[in-house]
């Protein structure tokens, strides 16, 4: 995954506050709330497996007190964290547990059905990860490693 992931999975949009001003011309705040972000997420959390290992965070993380979250941020907050999951999965399993490794391989490849790759990532975003899985498929760690090590 590249920078430009990262960036639209971890921002949120900051929103000055009205709340004190007389103005009638204040600006109508666009976005999601934390509420209904996180409702994003939990309804897209229980579409995911995880490795049996892993367990969901409580609750998606709150980017500030008055942020404001992008139509989907909470489905996609999700499936990134599903896909570093199953990155890391496969990571721990593919010399030691093959079944293990498989079965991670394969869930890697089904973030193709996911939000987060058909909305979220950018072309080259895409690009970069088909690489990620295809190098994971020859039994080449290095991308899924980088992937881990700087985004997850």
Known sequence: MTSACVAYLTAGC???SYANTASTYAPKVKGNDYAEMNQEFEAEKASLRLPPSF???REAAKAGQSDRYGQGY???HADQFWYCSWAKEWLQAREVNTTRAHT????????????????????GVRIATNKEIDAARANNPAPLRQTVSQYC
């Open 104 to 123: 991670a391989l394969i869930q890697l490849e089904s973030v193709k059905e996911k939000p987060l790759y058909q909305i979220a990532f950018a072309p």
């Open 74 to 76: 909470g489905a996609s």
């Open 55 to 57: 367990n969901w965070p």
């Open 14 to 16: 900051s929103s000055t």
